[in-house]
């Protein structure tokens, strides 16, 4: 029997990209087969990086008491184009978190934000982009050992994910579209230099997908 129980969902929340949260959540749940139970993740009382959630994601197993599994989407630059129960489903416990391991790469990017009060360098690093959608087993001890140290050093450590036991998604659950990967089969679009609600990214490939889910999103409200 297919479960009813929520999918647990934390999505990243920086109020500077409030749109960009709003039109993803409503895309998720567009597609849900399933209960949703979303949370927005902000940044008070951790150091930031380039946007509020840099860090706060990784306080996910804690927020959950440790117990089960969750997803972690940046969800600000995100669209979901599937059923989030279908990624849910792909949950295996052998692993701390399941990603779509990026082959290594530059961006095409040197500068993200563009034009915004978030303009910075868009830096490469070991496993770029791997935490920005992340399905999390809770229980893991690799989560349970890394808590309680979020210094910017660490955190770096754990935006690539170093040392954790890591498994691995479908690449179209985080297809980087403005980095050259297909928008054609991406369940999830990611726009890593910034969201088409800003207006420098206004016309970034797939951008037509995203403002077609920000016009049903405001004729429902």
């Not at 399933?34 to 940044?43: F, M, N, Y």
């Amino acid at each position: 029997m297919a479960t009813t129980e929520p999918v647990r969902l934390f999505c990243g929340y920086d109020r500077r990209e409030a749109i960009g949260f709003h039109v993803f959540a409503h895309s998720v749940l567009e597609h849900a087969s399933r209960p949703v139970s979303i949370t927005p993740l902000g940044a008070r009382g951790l150091p930031q990086g380039t946007n509020a959630f840099t860090y706060s994601r990784f306080l996910v197993p804690w927020l959950c008491g440790f117990k089960g599994h969750a997803i972690f989407a940046d969800g600000a630059d995100m669209l979901m184009q599937a059923d989030i129960a279908d990624l849910d489903a792909l949950f295996d416990p052998r692993y701390a978190v399941q990603v779509v391991q990026h082959p290594d790469y530059e961006t095409r990017h040197p500068r993200k934000y563009v034009g915004t009060s978030m303009e910075s360098d868009n830096r490469n690093y070991s496993r770029k982009n791997w935490a920005s959608l992340m399905l999390i087993n809770c229980e893991h001890d690799d989560w349970r050992e890394g808590r309680g140290d979020f210094t910017p050093a660490h955190g770096f450590a754990l935006l690539s994910l170093t040392g954790f036991s890591v498994g691995s998604l479908p690449n179209e659950w985080n297809r980087l579209v403005d980095e050259g990967q297909p928008v054609e089969g991406a369940k999830v679009c990611h726009w890593t230099g910034g969201s088409p609600a800003f207006e420098h990214y206004r016309d970034t490939p797939g951008a037509k997908l995203w403002w077609d889910a920000r016009y049903s999103m405001e004729a429902t409200a």
